[in-house]
């Protein structure tokens, strides 16, 4: 069982930047490839962002690469995200999720966070 708790969501302008945080229970953390990813209004959740159980491997929705990183600190049990030049569509609510023994996946995650609000405005 992993129990999931993002922080760092917010109201931003647009072109600014935000630092979302994923803080991860239990002891096996590094058994889990994690994954961001977002819900905006009268939309479907969509993946954002994944790392790899080591976080050598990184990869990104296109609509997203070249201004959002994911990262994951192993030590500390903790992924992030790191949002810069923030747009009005990028304003939704921003999961992190787990999933067990894998190194790319977009869907079938099997722990999610509660969720957090990143709003941009314009």
């Known amino acids: 069982q992993v129990q999931l708790v993002e922080s760092g969501g917010g109201l931003v302008q647009a072109g600014g930047s935000l630092r979302l945080s994923c803080a991860a229970s239990?002891?096996?953390?590094?058994?889990?490839?994690m994954g961001w990813f977002r819900q905006a209004p009268g939309k479907e959740r969509e993946f954002v962002a994944g790392?790899?159980?080591?976080?050598?491997?990184?990869y990104y929705a296109d609509s997203v690469k070249g201004r959002f990183t994911i990262s994951r600190d192993n030590a500390k049990n903790t992924v992030y995200l790191q949002m810069n030049s923030l747009k009005p569509e990028d304003t939704a609510v921003y999961y992190c999720?787990?999933?067990?023994?894998?190194?790319?996946?977009?869907?079938?995650?099997?722990?999610w966070g509660q969720g957090i609000q990143v709003t941009v405005s314009s």
């Open positions: 790392v790899n159980r080591s976080g050598t491997s990184l």
């Open positions: 239990g002891r096996t953390f590094s058994s889990y490839g």
């Open positions: 999720a787990a999933k067990f023994y894998s190194d790319y996946a977009f869907v079938d995650y099997d722990y």
